[in-house]
Antibody
Framework: EAQLLESGGGLVQPGGSLRLSCEAS????????MNWVRQAPGKGLEWVAY????????YYADSVKGRFFISRDNAKNVVTLQSNSLRVEDTAVYYC??????????????WGQGTVVTVSS | DIQMTQSPSSLSASVGDRVTITCRAS??????LAWYQQKPGKAPKLLIY???TLESGVPSRFSGSGSGTEFTLTISSLQPDDFATYYC????????FGQGTKVEVK
């Protein structure tokens, strides 16, 4: 069974950094593009970042561009989101999600359970 | 950027009701649209992709239709497990979600 498990969330002060990780299991990880999606408390879903299976292509939402960086280690089946210069408005549950196909713009068929990031002084 | 607008934002319905949720895109997205169901404290679950293709394991009471800029999600006979929030998502160009539609008990 395909599964995703996020970790690394926590409480951080404005301007701080966090490194979120998502460990995949049950599928051929390197074949699939991966994403991070977030959901602020009581709000809707916001796509944050994308990375191709090979790691060669990355996209970011304008709200995080230049502050967040996505990467992956296909040998360890892990995708990572390095979040820098955090703002109060980055407070959210962060989900890792798999594209249902190998590349391009596709829907997200597998989601992790989420990790909570709270940015507050 | 492509904006997605869902209506209504919330609705009240009873078990057995037929429920329809609409999603409009700010420009044509062909059929690159997905629907998700989310329950409180849980991750979203993919229901439908490419506007009308049912994800494996999703009950057939869920259906999707539309293309271009206007799309609908229909639940033919609402079941107790279906009370949740539903989101549309375009994936024509990057990814954008609608604001959600909460389906509540009447």
């Amino acid at each position: 069974e395909a599964q995703l498990l996020e970790s690394g969330g926590g409480l951080v002060q404005p301007g701080g950094s966090l490194r979120l990780s998502c460990e995949a299991s049950g599928f051929s990880f390197s074949r699939f593009s991966m994403n991070w999606v977030r959901q602020a408390p009581g709000k809707g879903l916001e796509w944050v970042a994308y990375i191709l299976g090979s790691g060669s292509t990355k996209y970011y939402a304008d709200s995080v561009k230049g502050r967040f960086f996505i990467s992956r280690d296909n040998a360890k089946n892990v995708v990572t989101l390095q979040s820098n210069s955090l703002r109060v408005e980055d407070t959210a549950v962060y989900y890792c999600a798999r594209n249902y196909d190998s590349s391009g713009f596709k829907a997200f068929d597998i989601w992790g359970q989420g990790t909570v990031v709270t940015v507050s002084s | 950027d492509i904006q997605m607008t869902q209506s209504p934002s919330s609705l009240s319905a009873s078990v057995g009701d037929r429920v329809t949720i609409t999603c409009r895109a700010s420009r044509s997205i062909s059929s690159w649209l997905a629907w998700y169901q989310q329950k409180p404290g849980k991750a979203p679950k993919l229901l439908i992709y490419e506007a009308s293709t049912l994800e494996s394991g999703v009950p057939s009471r869920f259906s999707g239709s539309g293309s271009g800029t206007e799309f609908t999600l229909t639940i033919s006979s609402l079941q107790p497990d279906d009370f949740a929030t539903y989101y549309c998502q375009q994936y024509d160009t990057y990814w954008t979600f609608g604001q959600g539609t909460k389906v509540e008990v009447k």
